[in-house]
């Protein structure tokens, strides 16, 4: 019963209430006493009276069946309500199985995912979800707690692809969150991390309303995407996991880790980096700063996944890594004006022959120190602009005077994943993830075979081999108000054959996009597919 937080189901003879209450009250926050095994707490119905009067009244047979025994003991849970398993990032050796908050039903897959984990080295299936990895230091005792107790008080509570939760923000920001706040944004969060969703036009969008369907942001967030596309567009490259790879041996182990061969100094590459099976781990773009220094830039969210991957492949010396995420921000600027932009802001030539595509160069941006990657999540013509994260500010200040004629405005992510899904670009946890493969998902093109040995290598070059048997495709959605958001089925001929990662509704182009899996011999250009939308 969600309304009433509750459930109810046969217990032998009897009958079973379970009740989620409002009034939660955390237990033992600091430490779980070392004695504690399976011994109730006291029993407390005055903070359960209200969801019981409820259930009374839902349950009529209540009434007169009387209450045989009451049992109230703790649950344990993570900030966002799954466990915590596997390998604890820098601590070597040591391993993770708690906040396991349903025993019975979750123990079996987690003893089994730990198993595989320390004999295979790595789980049969992707596990993010659970990985004790996806968290990161801002994950503080104050930030568990708070989000814990939002959580269990949601258990009944209808979730919504759009919904963002305030408990325990604004939590990390960066040196423009007020000026962005004062600008109308409304943030999301990744992370611990506060990020733009959109900038409101008016009071009515400063809360975006949960919905299934297009929400009340829906016009702006099209007015952010012809910004990009028509004029140029501002938008902050916090959310992005940045690492500094430095050593005599810095090259060679990121050729040993990566799929690609790394670029010579003053270029760019993608590069997909694979499990020894072969499944997606991480996909990357890579800048080669200077002599034995590279900037790998991926997912903010599978931060600590991916240090703890490096460390445990890191040899002995020769190669340092370090995670510059926060210490290394600033901005992207996107669409055909972006080039003048930049240059109003440099004395530097930033012609097309001087910054090519997938360059990467230091520049002085008025006074500012920069470092400048010539390319754009977005599709169109865009530069990232790397600096300091105290200098921040003074970058935003130089952009927006020099781009106010030209029409600069900010856009924020749900812009972005719209401009995205025109293009057909992938996101982590998304259309790449640990279940998928680099043949699977397009991401073998920028595989290089040539280079020599790479972990995953015998693995992608038997799928080049054997191509595999689904792919990725991007489809047209006949749709009025509701777009997808992943995990929708696909459906031919009265089948299921595939399954969404992504989509949304693609502004500039006016149409309804979705990204997903169907069989390889399914794939033609016009081909028909039905895609359950609301089902």
């Known amino acids: 019963d969600p309304s009433g937080e509750s459930y109810f189901r046969q217990e032998g003879n009897g009958l079973v209430l379970g009740i989620y209450e409002q009034d939660c009250d955390p237990w033992s926050v600091d430490t779980t006493p070392w004695d504690f095994g399976h011994e109730l707490l006291p029993d407390n119905l005055d903070r359960i009276a209200e969801p019981l009067e409820h259930a009374f009244f839902r349950f009529p047979c209540l009434a007169t069946a009387g ?22 990032p820098g601590l070597r050796g040591f391993w993770s199985a708690c906040a396991v908050m349903a025993g019975f039903s979750q123990g079996g897959g987690v003893g089994k ?15 993010f979800a659970m990985d004790v990895a996806r968290f990161g230091d801002y994950a503080t005792p104050d930030y568990t707690q708070s989000r814990v107790v939002e959580n269990y008080q949601r258990r009944f509570a209808i979730s919504f692809p759009n919904e963002e939760l305030p408990a325990g923000r604004p939590l990390v920001t960066t040196p423009v969150y007020d000026t962005w706040k004062q600008a109308g944004a409304v943030f999301g969060v990744g992370y611990g991390l506060e990020h733009v969703n959109y900038f409101a036009a008016n009071a009515d969008e400063a809360y975006e309303t949960p919905s299934y369907r297009r929400s009340n942001a829906f016009d702006t967030i099209g007015r952010e995407c012809e910004t990009v596309r028509t004029a140029v567009g501002i938008n902050e490259i916090h959310n992005f996991g940045k690492y500094l790879v430095e050593g005599p041996a810095a090259e060679d182990w990121l050729n040993h880790i990566l799929a690609n061969r790394m670029p010579r100094v003053g270029r760019i590459v993608l590069t997909p980096m694979l499990n020894p099976k072969g499944r997606l781990i991480g996909d990357f773009t890579v800048a080669h700063l200077a002599d034995q220094k ?3 830039t991926g997912s903010s969210v599978a931060q600590n996944f991916h240090m703890r991957w490096f460390e445990q492949h890191l040899p002995g010396t020769g190669v340092t890594v370090e995670n510059i995420s926060l210490k290394r921000i600033g901005f992207q600027i996107a669409g055909p004006k972006a080039r003048e932009l930049l240059s109003r802001v440099t004395n530097a030539d930033v012609s097309n022959e001087a910054v090519k595509f997938l360059s990467v160069t230091e520049l002085d941006l008025s006074g500012i120190p920069a470092l400048v990657n010539r390319l754009s ?31 600069l405005k900010p856009f924020g992510m749900r812009a972005m994943m719209s401009l995205r899904l025109e293009k057909g670009f992938g996101s982590w946890l998304r259309e790449f993830r640990p279940d998928y493969t680099a043949a699977e998902t397009g991401l073998d093109f920028f ?15 038997a799928e080049r081999d054997n191509p595999p048997d689904r792919h990725l495709v991007t489809l047209v959605i006949d749709a009025d108000d509701g777009d997808v958001w992943g995990d929708e089925p696909i459906w031919k001929d009265g089948f299921v054959v595939g399954f969404v990662t992504s989509g949304g509704y693609a502004h500039h182009a006016k149409k309804s996009v979705a990204i997903g899996f169907v069989p390889v011999a399914m794939i033609e250009p016009g081909g028909q597919f039905r895609v359950e939308i609301l089902g």
């Not at 995912?113 to 596990?127: K, N, Y």
């Not at 602009?385 to 029409?407: I, K, N, P, W």
């Not at 020599?452 to 290598?457: E, M, P, T, Y």
């Open 113 to 127: 995912t730990l198993a595989e984990w320390m004999i295979d080295g790595e789980p049969s299936s992707d596990v």
């Open 294 to 296: 590279f900037q790998i």
């Open 67 to 88: 209450i045989k025994r009451v049992i109230n003991g703790p649950f344990t849970f993570a900030p966002d309500g799954n466990p915590l398993i596997g390998p604890v």
């Open 377 to 407: 999540y977005t599709g169109d013509l865009g530069y990232e602009l790397y600096v300091d994260a105290d200098r921040q500010m003074d970058l935003y200040a130089a952009l927006t005077s020099a781009g106010e004629d030209l029409g």
């Open 447 to 461: 595989i290089n075979f040539d280079k020599g040995d790479f972990i995953g290598r015998d693995a992608a070059l």
